[in-house]
């Protein structure tokens, strides 16, 4: 039977001239579901995509999940095919297939440099076994307290100066790597700016001045120092 629809089946038995009575059993051909599979056809790796698959009230991926969404973060970069089969209520069966390509991102962290300006900092991303890949920007964005206060597109992995920064203060630092093949992967880092080499006081300078007989140096809470003075006149006190 072809169609679908209400049929009714006879069938009798004739042997040596006898016939048996003739029997009748009415059958209901059913319509195939249809399966179908919503879901991009490609993705960047890690990112929370999914396939979801419609067409019945009981779902069989090619890996085994039994439900009608199937996670796709866990992937790593290439190509991929899945196929689900799906059964109506009526127990009959379709099947569906949908391929998705996986982009590889690779991972960064973040490199910081200092300069000798302490309210400087040099910042750029060091990326992670990077193959076929290409970076097309890095995006530097720093916030202190909750706020950004410097916003900056660079083309590849090019150096950022952030200039302006307060010493004794803790910036957010996120870097934001945009890949040629269209995929971002974002790193944060917290940095808190002292002067160089935490030091008691700046080691660039080599010559204090005393005003009102008062040598003032900065604080780096360390446990210990040395110092060594030389007058050209006057007392220690």
Known sequence: VGDTGQYTISVSASINNCTSPVRTKAITVHPLPTASITGPSSICEKASEFFTAS?????HWSDET???VIPLAGLDDGNYTF?????????CTDAESKDVEVKNVPTATIKIRTTNNDSELLISPNIENIQNVEVETTRYLISKGGVTILDNTLIGTNEYKATGLDIGFTYDIRLEIKYKNGCIYVVNQFYTLNSEDCNLFNPRMNEFILNNNTLELKQCNLDSFEMNFVFSGGNLT
């Open 55 to 59: 067409g019945g009230v009981k779902y």
């Open 66 to 68: 039994i439900d009608s």
């Open 83 to 91: 196929t689900v089969t799906v059964t109506d209520t009526n127990g």
